[in-house]
């Protein structure tokens, strides 16, 4: 039977409303990521002897430090290495208070009772919600921004706050302007930073401010920092939990993903407040069975080596320099991010004479449909694109060669700014 013809059945009147219900698989909206790869696809048939630049792709080009690989190789081959971990090994909880205390100078992290591992973050992210969230309380999120949090949050029949991220306000939340009543019945505050997709960093006085805000309206704060390592510019990797009282509010979670290049071993931790950390702990225990062994003995040796993360944040650092400077010599103004791998940049208005962009997916469109140049559109809180400097190119020529070939293609057309 073709999906068509099970819509037929029984079948489709047992789904549960949190994904459509009766109505699940009869959606035919097609969403940002779906049409992204669909004109990439199409891009590519059309002009297939022309490069492709792929300016949207969210993870790392590189493989993990060579370092990180033997030492999995390594463990791997160990026996006592084979069977569960439930949730997770002493060494790699030691490795991450450690690298807390070194990387973001947070002290007085507890091993045992203030750490524990994730099969990476979106995990963590998805099962948080369903410690805290009765149907009618509250999860504040921050848009544009990663919907994970919230998605589940609704599954349980809570609430989902948008706060938008302005320019403006240095792309981070006006807490203040969070109406009082949503602020009494929130239970979760959700934050990212450096922040995906606009690269804005936070300080550590908007972080007390944060502190102080939580304790106020009573509720729990969800620190998500992947690229918390990834800053430049003499900038120094900021933690939440540095701040103080920030243990007492919330938790952080960190992944190796972004800042070792190990997006698919699927490892991070969280840590901070003993009691959330507790029944996160609690939670994940009936998700899942823990990460394999040696992938947290692998990822602890690289905990213990952030020179690892020193490089990989020192290329980037590199490439938005370039894409930074070519975009503005076609007329964009476009600003270096704090952190991040991402590039956020307001679209054009159209093209003097010819095209309008009426959002950042008409640009993000164009940019893939006639450049061959894929991006991220992200129209939440104005129009804008994210570009990424994760894009292919092996060693310091071939990423000049790449950028020097983004401006060529776009100096023959003139934007309208």
Known sequence: MSVEQYQGTYLQQQFANR??????????????????????????A???DIELIDLGVGEPDEMADA???????????????????DNGIAE??????????????VDGIDADTEVVHSIGSKPALAMLPTAFINPGDVTIMTVPGYPIMGTHTKYLGGEVYNVKLTKENDFLPDLAAIPEDIAKRAKLLYLNYPNNPTGAAATADFFAKVVAWAKKYQVVVVHDAPYAALTYDGMKPLSFLSVPGAKDVGVELHSLSKSYNMTGWRIGFVAGNPLIVKAFSDVKDNNDSGQFIAIQKAAAYGLANPQITEAIAAKYSRRHDLLVAALNEIGFKAEKPKGSFFLYVEAPKGIKGGQRFNSGEDFSQFLIREKLISSVPWDDAGAFVRFSV????????????????????????????
């Not at 994904?19 to 590519?44: L, M, P, Q, V, W």
């Open 390 to 417: 994760t894009f292919l190119a092996a060693g310091e020529a071939e990423e000049r060669r790449v950028i020097d070939e983004i401006k060529r293609r776009l100096t023959d057309v003139e934007f309208e700014f």
């Open 92 to 105: 790699f909880k030691a490795a991450a208070a450690k690298y807390l205390k070194e990387v973001f100078a």
């Open 67 to 85: 370092g990180i690989v033997a030492k999995l190789a390594e463990e791997a081959a160990k026996p006592e290495n084979r069977g569960y971990a």
């Open 19 to 44: 994904i459509g219900g009766a109505n699940y698989g009869k959606d035919t909206n097609i969403y940002k990521f779906e049409k992204i790869k669909r004109a990439k696809a199409a891009a590519r």
């Open 46 to 48: 059309a002009f297939p």
